[in-house]
């Protein structure tokens, strides 16, 4: 279908609140990736899947950050007991194969807001 | 590491000037090359990209040219335009078995052009 969808596009937490972050990839694409956008930043790697494999978990910056693909599909980063510094634009992307050369389509992200 | 550096911003030109966005990149092996850009309120977009050294991307009237001797991938278009005013970013991405196809990302450039 469409790109790379995202929701909430806006989400605003108090600090201490769980919070869930949705994308849908585009149909078909094996790879997906979360990045995290600090203001005036450019994106960073959080995690990898692969179908559901979550193959690299490298970028998590704390044991508070969960992510999920459990079908292979649709993806949900979660962010337990929220901080101020989290507050952030979250990207996802996806890929049609972990291949050399396949473009990484990018979501509009989701808009995370600690306060 | 790997890591990319990009000219800081913002670049304020006049309409059909001649833009360069530098890019530098330190990185293990032989990474492929990428300028994204995102227009405001916008996802980010695949504008060009350059997987070999020599390669040159060019997309849109914007063109670079990887150069392993220098270890950079300069961003140029000869005469902007209103409509390409945007944060445009450089980014690398591993080519070896076994790495994540993660991007990695400079801090992003962003230009504004007038009328």
């Known amino acids: 279908g469409a790109g790379v969808s995202q929701s909430p596009r806006y989400k605003v937490a108090k600090r201490g609140q769980d919070v869930a972050l949705r994308c849908d990839p585009i149909s078909g694409h094996v790879s997906l990736f979360w990045y995290q956008q600090a203001l005036g930043q450019g994106p960073e790697f959080l995690t990898y899947f692969q179908n559901e494999a979550q193959l690299d978990k490298s970028g998590l910056p704390s044991d508070r950050f969960f992510a999920e693909r459990p079908e292979g599909s649709v993806s949900t980063l979660k962010i337990q007991r929220t901080q101020q510094e989290d507050s952030a634009v979250y990207l996802c992307?996806?890929?049609?194969?972990?291949?050399?050369?396949?473009?990484?389509?990018f979501g509009p992200g989701t808009r995370l807001t600690v306060t | 590491g790997n890591s990319v550096t990009q000219m800081e911003g913002p670049v304020t030109l006049s309409e059909e000037a001649f833009l360069t966005i530098n890019c530098t990149y330190t990185a293990t092996g032989y990474p492929s090359l990428f300028w994204y850009v995102q227009y405001p309120g916008e996802g980010l977009q695949l504008l060009l990209k350059?997987?070999?050294?020599?390669d040159k991307g060019s997309n849109k009237g914007f063109e670079a040219t990887y150069r392993k001797e220098t270890t950079s991938f300069h961003l140029e278009k000869g005469s902007v335009q209103v409509s390409d005013s945007a944060v445009y970013f450089c980014?690398?991405?591993?080519?070896?078995?076994?790495?994540?196809?993660?991007?990695?990302f400079g801090t992003g450039t962003l230009l504004a052009v007038q009328p």
């Open positions: 980014a690398l991405r591993r080519n070896y078995g076994g790495a994540t196809n993660k991007l990695i």
């Open positions: 992307a996806s890929t049609r194969a972990r291949r050399e050369g396949n473009e990484q389509y």
């Open positions: 350059a997987t070999k050294a020599d």
